[in-house]
């Protein structure tokens, strides 16, 4: 790459996951939303399924996300109340023929903290799946949660049971650095459950760490990433942290008490970008989506198929979302309302989009491909009819021009630089009638919707520039700024 880059975009953009399209409404028919427009009978799906837990034991300073806080002795006997109407829930979704006769590929029980529920309703919720759906030989099933959730009982029955991959929010093995962000677990926690599932025969693991926390230090960085690769984990994601407003962590940054992160584009965090993916790649994983590290053969099943294939999704439970027949469908983060509506033999659709027509899904099609550096020409037309050269000529054009992607005879590719300024390259395939959408502001959103939704509400120009603009790009300061990916 030449030793002078230029500045793309006026403005970076970081986004820690992908939703298109970005915004929803209200859903004015409630339960009968899915009759409506769905046909339901129509011959079964490949899809994947996700199951939300709504709840955490604590929540951490800057968590944004709904969650209800359950305590280890839940006298009223939540959990359990909870549990039996997401099993209700999960029986009458596989009552239509779609989901019911479809070949369900990979699942996730997700959050809040999966982990978080006794091993009688881990164990009532895996029955239920195998139970009530036709699982692919093939599946992948994961357990997202948190390393103090696991006594030796849920761990002697995760090993053997249908649940053959873990996902635990470690963030840091450094007690000073989890102290500061208020996570629940221990640093010993983690180590002490990694081995235990190891010795148990339970070895595709897969972890969080973040970066840039307050106090973060490089040599930290290192040593963590040294500390998980000594642990022989499978697979593992780096997260840049985020200060939310009106969260307890903001509140403490504002009044002195703890240290602010570094803006993003400070030296210090791109070294420690640079670092994860150099010492991983020299300890064997690849990077294959952005953020995302693996050793061969242990990439991520539920994203594949969520994103890549772009199967149908399902999702059960408070603050989850679906994906099918050219609809999002999301339901509210309201434990207590979920019951109710399942124990009325309902379904709680809280919000949906109006439906995508096919450029959106095309769009929806890329902005989800972006994030494995590519688009592939074939798999695209067998999916579409269409050539993606000609349905994005004027976007490919401009990113060419740029120099953010390469065009190969089989795939459209990410550059150095296009890997660099990833999440503004997916926002060149945002549909027009999505920027500027302050509407959805208002609305009210679930778990993971509300980063979508600001960065929607704001005109295009802010993260992109004029889309007409041909003059030439602003020179910066070429070394710095490829240290962030190279």
Same mark, same amino acid.
């Given at each position: 790459?030449?030793?002078?880059?230029?500045?793309?975009? =006026?403005?970076?953009?970081?986004? #820690?996951?992908?939703?298109? +399209? +970005?915004?929803?409404?209200?859903?004015?028919?409630? /339960?009968?939303?899915?009759?409506?427009?769905?046909?339901?009978? @129509?011959?079964?799906?490949?899809?994947?399924?996700?199951?939300?837990?709504?709840?955490?034991?604590?929540?951490?300073?800057?968590? !944004?996300?709904?969650?209800?806080?359950?305590?280890?002795?839940?006298?009223?006997?939540?959990?359990?109340?909870?549990?039996?109407?997401?099993?209700?829930?999960?029986?009458?979704?596989?009552?239509?023929?779609?989901?019911?006769?479809?070949?369900?590929?990979?699942?996730?029980?997700?959050?809040?903290?999966?982990?978080?529920?006794?091993?009688?309703?881990?164990?009532?919720?895996?029955?239920?799946?195998?139970?009530?759906?036709?699982? &692919?030989? *093939?599946?992948?099933?994961?357990?997202?949660?948190?390393?103090?959730?696991?006594?030796?009982?849920?761990? %002697?029955?995760?090993?053997? /049971?249908?649940?053959?991959?873990?996902?635990?929010?470690?963030?840091?093995?450094? =007690?000073?650095?989890?102290?500061?962000?208020?996570? !629940?677990?221990?640093?010993?926690?983690?180590?002490?459950?990694?081995?235990?599932? @190891?010795?148990?025969?339970?070895?595709?693991?897969?972890?969080?760490?973040?970066?840039?926390? +307050?106090?973060?230090?490089?040599?930290?960085?290192?040593?963590?990433?040294?500390?998980?690769?000594?642990?022989?984990?499978?697979?593992?994601?780096?997260?840049?942290?985020?200060?939310?407003?009106?969260? !307890?962590?903001? @509140?403490?940054?504002?009044?002195?008490?703890? @240290?602010? +992160?570094?803006? !993003?584009?400070?030296?210090?965090?791109?070294?420690?970008?640079?670092?994860?993916?150099?010492?991983?790649?020299?300890? $064997?994983?690849?990077?294959?989506?952005?953020?995302?590290?693996?050793?061969? $053969?242990?990439?991520?099943?539920?994203?594949?198929?969520?994103?890549?294939?772009?199967?149908?999704?399902?999702?059960?439970?408070?603050?989850?979302?679906?994906?099918?027949?050219?609809?999002?469908?999301?339901?509210?983060?309201?434990?207590?309302?979920?019951?109710?509506?399942?124990?009325?033999?309902?379904?709680?659709?809280? /919000?949906?989009?109006?439906?995508? #027509?096919?450029?959106?899904?095309?769009?929806?099609?890329?902005?989800?491909?972006?994030?494995?550096?590519?688009?592939?020409?074939?798999?695209?037309?067998?999916?579409?009819?269409?050539?993606?050269?000609?349905?994005?000529?004027?976007?490919?054009?401009?990113?060419?021009?740029?120099?953010?992607?390469?065009?190969?005879?089989?795939?459209?590719?990410?550059?150095?630089? $296009?890997?660099?300024?990833?999440?503004?390259?997916?926002?060149?395939?945002?549909?027009?009638?999505?920027?500027?959408?302050? &509407?959805?502001?208002? *609305?009210?959103?679930?778990?993971?919707?509300?980063?979508?939704?600001?960065? $929607?509400?704001?005109?295009?120009?802010?993260?992109?520039?004029?889309? %007409?603009?041909?003059? =030439?790009?602003?020179?910066?300061?070429?070394?710095?700024?490829? &240290?962030?990916?190279?």
């Amino acid at each position: 790459m030449n030793k002078e880059l230029t500045k793309p975009y =006026p403005n970076k953009c970081y986004l #820690p996951f992908v939703l298109y +399209p +970005p915004g929803m409404h209200k859903n004015m028919e409630g /339960s009968d939303f899915v009759t409506n427009h769905v046909n339901m009978e @129509q011959d079964g799906v490949d899809f994947t399924l996700y199951i939300g837990i709504p709840f955490c034991r604590k929540r951490c300073k800057s968590c !944004p996300y709904f969650i209800k806080l359950l305590p280890e002795n839940d006298k009223r006997n939540r959990e359990d109340e909870f549990v039996d109407a997401l099993l209700k829930d999960m029986k009458k979704w596989s009552r239509f023929k779609k989901f019911g006769e479809g070949n369900l590929k990979s699942i996730f029980i997700g959050g809040g903290t999966g982990s978080i529920l006794k091993t009688e309703n881990i164990k009532r919720i895996v029955d239920a799946v195998f139970d009530n759906f036709q699982v &692919d030989k *093939e599946y992948e099933f994961t357990l997202e949660g948190n390393a103090r959730d696991f006594d030796d009982e849920k761990i %002697n029955y995760v090993a053997g /049971s249908h649940i053959n991959r873990l996902s635990l929010g470690v963030q840091s093995f450094h =007690p000073e650095i989890l102290e500061i962000v208020g996570s !629940p677990h221990a640093a010993e926690d983690s180590i002490r459950v990694i081995r235990d599932f @190891q010795e148990k025969g339970l070895t595709n693991i897969q972890m969080d760490l973040m970066y840039n926390m +307050p106090g973060h230090t490089l040599s930290i960085w290192k040593s963590d990433l040294r500390k998980l690769n000594e642990l022989g984990v499978k697979h593992f994601t780096i997260y840049l942290y985020r200060i939310h407003n009106e969260t !307890p962590q903001s @509140q403490l940054i504002n009044r002195g008490k703890v @240290q602010k +992160p570094e803006n !993003p584009e400070n030296s210090m965090v791109k070294a420690m970008y640079r670092e994860a993916k150099e010492m991983a790649e020299n300890m $064997g994983y690849k990077m294959y989506m952005m953020d995302h590290f693996c050793k061969p $053969g242990y990439e991520n099943k539920y994203n594949h198929s969520n994103w890549k294939i772009d199967n149908d999704t399902l999702a059960i439970g408070p603050g989850s979302y679906s994906y099918f027949d050219g609809y999002r469908l999301g339901t509210e983060a309201d434990v207590e309302k979920y019951i109710e509506y399942v124990n009325r033999d309902e379904f709680l659709i809280s /919000s949906v989009t109006e439906y995508m #027509p096919a450029r959106v899904q095309r769009e929806r099609h890329v902005v989800f491909s972006l994030v494995y550096f590519k688009i592939e020409y074939k798999f695209y037309y067998n999916k579409f009819g269409t050539q993606f050269l000609d349905d994005f000529a004027e976007e490919v054009e401009r990113l060419e021009r740029k120099g953010l992607v390469e065009l190969n005879d089989d795939c459209m590719q990410l550059t150095e630089l $296009g890997l660099i300024w990833h999440a503004n390259v997916i926002l060149e395939f945002f549909n027009s009638a999505f920027w500027g959408d302050t &509407d959805s502001l208002n *609305e009210k959103n679930w778990s993971l919707n509300g980063v979508m939704v600001e960065v $929607g509400a704001r005109e295009r120009s802010y993260w992109l520039g004029d889309k %007409n603009d041909t003059s =030439p790009l602003l020179n910066i300061n070429s070394k710095k700024e490829l &240290d962030y990916v190279s």
